[in-house]
Structures are given as C-alpha cells and as structure tokens.
C-alpha cells in the first residue's frame, strides 16, 4: 500500500489554490526550500492526495481540481500547472456562504448538491479541510456534521467555532474522530508575527503600551472584512491570539482591514508598537510586512494535515489542544508546542514560536 494521506477540501478558494499547487510543486521539488517542515513523522507534502472537493461557483464546480484552482475569483499566484487530478468539484449547499458584501464575486452553480458524507466515505478520505469563507458558520457546520458521519477528521481552517465548540469535541470524541482548528495561522502573517515580537518585547523586560495591526489586501477574504459584522469574529480571533502573548492587559487593535482589489492576493500588514524599556525609557516600532495569503495558509496547512493523519494512526479522538495550538489563531485551550509530542509522539525540530 502506498503511503498517502486522502484529503478532501470545502472551498476551492485561494487558499485551496495553493495548497493544491504547492503539493504538486514539492512532489517534483529538488530542493523542500519553504517548507517548516519537511516530514511529518513519516509524512512528506507528495503523500498528501486529493480525493474531493466542494465548492458553489458554476467557474468551478464540475471542474477537474486541477482546473478549478485557477479559475475566477481566485487571484493567488500561479506556482506550477497542476497535473489533472481525476477529481471534479462537487456542488454543496451555498448555505451562508455567499456573504451580501463580497457575494457578487461568486456565480452559483445550479447543479445539485452532493451528498457530502457519502462523497467522503465513498472516497475513504481521511482529513476533511474546511476552507469555506469567513462568516460561513452553517456551511462550516454541515461539513464538520459530514466529516463526523463518514468518521474523516476534520481541520477547520476558518474563524467558525467549531473546533473549539465543546459540543463539536463531545461528538467527534464519541465517534473516535478528530476536529482540530479554528481559524488557520499563517506560516508567516500577521497574527504570528505580531504575537512573537510582543513576546520577545515582555521577554526584554519592557512595558507594553499600545499596539495596533492595520492589513490591506486584495483577496476576496479582505473585501469581506468590509462587512464589519461577519468579519467581529476574525478580529476578535485575532485580537485574542495576539493579546495572549502579554500577560496583562492593553490597549490592542487588532485585524483592522481593507480592501484594494489590484492587490489580487497581496497582503500589506503594519504594525505599530509602543512601550517602555529601561528606566522608563519610551520606544516605538514600525514593521510592515508584504506577503501572498494564499501560500501563507498552504505553508502551515500541509503540516497541520500531516500531524492529524499521524494523530488519527495512534488513535487519537476528539480535539487536539497541541496540534490547534501549533496551527491555529483560536484553538480550544493555548497550550505549549511541546504537547505535539503526547499527541503525535513527534516534534518539529528546533525552537518553535507559537
Ligand atoms: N492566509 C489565509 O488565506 C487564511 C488565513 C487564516 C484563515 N483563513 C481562512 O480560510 C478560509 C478560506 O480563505 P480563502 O482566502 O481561500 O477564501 P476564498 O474566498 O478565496 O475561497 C472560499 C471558497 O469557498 C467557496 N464557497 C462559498 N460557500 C461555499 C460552500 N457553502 N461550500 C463550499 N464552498 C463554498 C467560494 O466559492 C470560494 O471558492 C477563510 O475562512 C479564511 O478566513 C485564510
């Protein structure tokens, strides 16, 4: 039997773009440059397969997945062509996924949806990733019913509570599954960066005073952040996982978008930090950052993929507090890197930031 871990996405956004392309382009890589890391236990990128995938964009649906993942409004840059994968996207239910601000990006299909659970059983997937848009909470939730019902693990990539819903954990735990999220972190970004230059500043021994985040970009993600209601739950994930890097209370803002279509994927991140080191000494900071979302997202997912393949071969169920903390922005408790190695009987090597 060959080693391979069979992954279905919801959502064949940028981020899936990526994450399609970039497996395809470490298969045949000579050299793994860009990745944290190379092996996962056993488990390198080129034993990831994609067996399905879900989406309501008439561009896509239909499509072999290796079609799919150019097709409009995806705008994330094109890393390789893509071998044609046997896999067509599948209709799913809209549901709350086509928002009132960035909707007209989409064209829904009128095919009739599938039948998601028994799409993932017939296909044996493994993993299911949710990479449906933020603010689709139901959408998020029939597909982490139907990754439950076929028995697949689930990685809920985006802010829906899910993974860190204790009804969500007490009904994966029962069926012997596994549910890890909410909310992917980048493998750079803002929210990782900003996160360990405060802990860097507490570990030097200064005050914190203020700090914001400010992010411009131009994916279909950043225009929804103009509907300020669907985007309170992101910028609170956000605000969150960066004020916990400080063990008291200040002023933050943080996740404060906006949206500049010729952008495409691009995103812009400014930092803005102000405090007091020795003596009282005051000091600011400005950083900014430019990166590409999509392949930011890939970069942490083809580990967090890796590790619940690994996590589910020793049986382990219901949600994990290592694995969600290493991958994402709101797990269910923050919990030490070091945990990884309970769970999975592994460790990345070297110091590991989280
Ligand atoms: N770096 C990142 O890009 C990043 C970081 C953290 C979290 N996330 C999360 O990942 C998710 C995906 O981000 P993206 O940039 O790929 O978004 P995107 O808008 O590019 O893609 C979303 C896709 O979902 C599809 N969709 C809408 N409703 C659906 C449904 N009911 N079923 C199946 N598909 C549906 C859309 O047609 C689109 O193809 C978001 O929730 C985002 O918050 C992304």
Redesign the pocket.
Known sequence: MPREIRVAI????????SLVQGTEFYRSAQKKIGLMNEKVGPFKVSDIKFVAA????ER?VGKDLSEAVYAQ??N?RKIVQVRPTGVKVQM???????SPI?GD??QPSNAKPSNISKVLEDTRTDVFV???????SK?SE??AQAALHAGSAFIN????KIASSKAWQAKYKKKGALVVGD????QI?STILHKNLLSLLVNRGTQIGETYQLDIGG???SQ?ALDKKRYEI?RGIKTAAVAAAVPYKFPIVAGSSDFVDFME?R?TSYFWIRGEYFAGTDFTLDMRISLE??P??AGILTDVIRMVKLATERDQSGTLNGISSYGF?APPKRVPIENLNQELGWMPKGPMPN
Not at 10 to 17: E, I, L, P, Q, R
Not at 183 to 186: K, P, S, T
Request: charge should be negative; include cysteine.
């Open positions: 919801a959502g064949v956004g940028n981020c899936a773009s879900f989406d309501v964009d896509k409004p995806n994330t799913a239910q809209p549901l709350d996924g086509i960035a990006k989409i949710n990479l449906t848009p933020t603010g689709a959408a029939m597909y990539a985006t802010p829906a909310d992917i972190m980048d970004g994916g279909t993600e929804l992101k994927n995103r979302d999509g930011a997202c922005k």
